[in-house]
Structures are given as C-alpha cells and as structure tokens.
C-alpha cells in the first residue's frame, strides 16, 4: 500500500506567499526526505529529515516531522516562480537490521507559483 | 548535475526489440537503485542493489532485467515489453546507512510502441 500521501495535491500562489505542503505516511521510519521534480526530469533531494529529529531548516525551506502522527509537513516561505514543480515525500521504512533508501513515494503536490 | 547519469534520455522502441537503460553514479555510493514513474502514479521501487547484490526486486515483471556489474554502474536491461512500460525509468544511488538522502539521475523517457 501507498506509504506516503502528499496534501494538497495541487497548490497555485502568488509569488512572494508561503507554501505548505503536507504528507503523511503509515509505518515506522528511518527517515523521511523531500524532493523536488520539474517538469517530467529527475528528481532533485531538497531535505533529510531523521526520525528523532522534529525539525529542520534549509535556506527558504522548513521541514516538520511528527512521528506520533505520521506526518510531516514542507514549508516554502517567500515563494518564486522558479519554485513551480512537484514536490514529493518519500520515507525510508525502518525495517529491523535493514537499513537503505528502499524508498517509498507518495503522489506528490503540484505547486505553481505565478509571478 | 547530481553524479548520476543516464543514458539515453530518450527511448522509443517496438515490443519486440531488446534495449539497454544505463546508469552510473560518480559519488562512491554502495547501493544502486531503479524507480519507475508512470503517469498519474507515485514513484515506485523495481530494484536495489547494495554493494552489486540485488536486495530487492519488487514483484517487477521478468521482461525487466537488471544487471550491476560494480557499485558505479547499473543497467536495466528490456525485452519483450508492452505499451504499459512507457514510463519514466529513474535510476538513484546512495549510501546505505539509514540517514543520508538518495540522488537520482535524470531519466530515461521510454516509450513502448
């Protein structure tokens, strides 16, 4: 079954506006990372964040994870046009003497961003 | 330009040819893998490879063939394959240590006809 589910599934905002993008997932993890694709192209790792850690933050970027709930959420503050692509979460299963990016995708949001 | 690369980046071919995908990564990873992204799905895993031994093959049909002779290089090899295949082929390296991120090359855009 699908690990990770990305919410909303489509996002449009004004540049300069912040974007949130959520994502929720189902089974213990190692990690859970973010990434970010444009246009039919490869992916792009914007953020790690570990499964003890409940925070993170990466220039405009700011990564929650709540492993209680499942779920972990990808702010985006000041928002540029160049940021228009899909975003994706992926977590890294913890799977017991196993470790690797076995990682499992949720469907990604789209976010355009009009300048 | 992440350190892996993918070659072709584009592939058109018949449902009876047999064709090649390759990848090879240039930042001293230890494990390799293969995604597949169809339209309107979520990326999904077909193969890994930790330190050139297959440890994962996702229920992914036998027409799908992978093939890592060392830890820098991966191929993907295709026969036989139906229109359903076309997809966009990922190939991503990493360290396996349950706390660094992967790194994805651009793709091989295959389109069975």
């Known amino acids: 079954s699908q690990q990770g589910e990305e919410d909303p599934q489509a996002l449009s905002i004004q540049e300069g506006e912040n974007a949130t993008m959520n994502c929720s997932y189902k089974t213990s993890i190692n990690n859970l990372q973010w990434y970010r694709q444009n246009s039919g192209r490869g992916l792009v790792h914007l953020i790690l964040i570990r499964s003890n850690e409940r925070e993170k933050h990466s220039g405009r970027l700011r990564v929650t994870l709540d492993t209680s709930k499942k779920s972990s959420s990808l702010l985006i503050t000041a928002s540029r046009a160049a940021d228009t692509a899909s975003y994706f979460c992926a977590t890294d299963p913890a799977v017991s003497g196993e470790y690797g990016n076995k990682l499992v995708f949720g469907a990604g949001t789209i976010l355009r961003v009009k300048s | 330009e992440t350190g892996v690369t993918q070659t072709p980046r584009h592939l058109v071919m018949g449902m009876t040819n047999k064709k090649s995908l390759k990848c090879e990564q240039h930042?001293?990873?230890?494990?390799m893998y293969w995604y597949k992204q169809s339209a309107k799905k979520p990326l999904e895993l077909m193969f890994v490879?930790?330190?050139?031994?297959?440890?994962e093959n996702n229920s992914v049909p036998s027409r799908f063939s992978p093939e890592c002779p060392n830890s820098s290089h991966l191929f993907l090899h295709l026969h036989t394959l139906q229109p359903e295949d076309s997809a966009l082929y990922l190939c991503?390296?990493?360290?396996?240590?349950?706390?660094?991120?992967?790194?994805f090359g651009q793709g091989t855009r295959l389109t069975v006809v």
């Open positions: 490879y930790n330190f050139k031994e297959q440890t």
């Open positions: 930042l001293g990873h230890n494990a």
């Open positions: 991503a390296s990493s360290q396996v240590d349950g706390y660094t991120e992967a790194f």
